[in-house]
């Protein structure tokens, strides 16, 4: 199994970028999430989703980042607007085979490589 990250890049503060994750290898991934990661900062859940489309946010994103998947499509997504400068982070993807509605990070089994968004100010 295998997940591909894409989408990130370099924007200004008050722009938007939409990260796309694309799974291979498989068809039943149950939960899925994007985290963040910046060096120096632990590892944060920015939003997660169910199989069935139930979403969480963490409260540095609400109202600003919204988490979507097709599940025909294999595919998470992650739409966020009205960047800031403290977004700037190394964004990853997850999924588990087996958790619809992971807790923490241990509960994915499946991440993506990568994708780094720049928010200048």
């Known amino acids: 199994v295998q997940l591909q990250a894409s989408g990130g890049g370099l924007v200004q503060a008050g722009g938007s970028l939409r990260l796309s994750c694309r799974a291979s290898?498989?068809?039943?991934?149950?939960?899925m999430a994007w985290y963040r990661h910046t060096p120096g900062k632990q590892r944060e859940r920015v939003a997660a989703?169910?199989?069935?489309?139930?979403?969480i946010y963490a409260d540095s994103v609400k109202g600003r980042f919204t988490i979507s998947r097709d599940n025909a499509k294999n595919t998470l997504y992650l739409q966020m607007d009205n960047l800031k400068p403290e977004d700037t982070s190394v964004y990853y993807c997850?999924?588990?085979?087996?958790?619809?509605?992971?807790?923490?990070?241990?509960?994915?089994?499946?991440w993506g490589q990568g994708t780094q968004v720049t928010v200048s100010s």
């Open positions: 989703i169910t199989r069935g489309g139930n979403t």
């Open positions: 997850s999924g588990s085979s087996w958790s619809t509605s992971p807790r923490d990070a241990l509960e994915y089994d499946y």
């Open positions: 290898g498989t068809t039943s991934i149950q939960g």
